[in-house]
């Protein structure tokens, strides 16, 4: 991480549009804590950057059942939350099923970041959330 927050800076010092993805977004044990610190490393590496042009896409964790299958087969023990009895069912485009967190959870983790960047970083623009 610390090198690509290096050449994060490098690239808006330079004048460049830069963007983050932060990808999965879990609320998992003091994720406000663990994601405070990832945006408290961004905004030390792009302190004092001028004009600076920064983008942020937000994506939740949200699986489908092909995806699961796919996982399950490649790590059979792992830990990752996917128990289709804690999340919502969707349905996206073209009627795709998938699993996302409900919709008190997502509100929260969305209300969070939004806040946080909004303080910590007030020039990123939020691109979507997912």
């Known amino acids: ?40 490393a961004v905004a030390a590496a792009v302190d004092g950057v001028s004009d600076l042009d920064l983008t942020a896409e937000l994506i ?36 795709a099923v998938k699993y996302v967190y409900p919709r008190d959870t997502m509100a929260e983790l969305r209300s969070w970041f939004e806040r946080e960047l909004a303080e910590r970083l007030p020039a990123c623009r939020i691109l979507y959330w997912t």
């Open 60 to 95: 939740t964790h949200r699986f489908t059942p092909g995806s699961k299958e796919v996982l399950l087969g490649w790590y059979p023990r792992t830990k990752l939350e996917m128990d289709e009895t804690l999340r919502s069912r969707r349905h996206g485009r073209f009627g």
């Open 1 to 40: 991480m610390p090198d690509r927050l290096a050449a994060l800076r490098r690239l808006a010092l330079d004048g460049y549009p830069v963007g983050l993805t932060i990808a999965p977004i879990m609320p998992l044990p003091d994720w406000r804590t663990h994601y405070g610190e990832l945006l408290g």
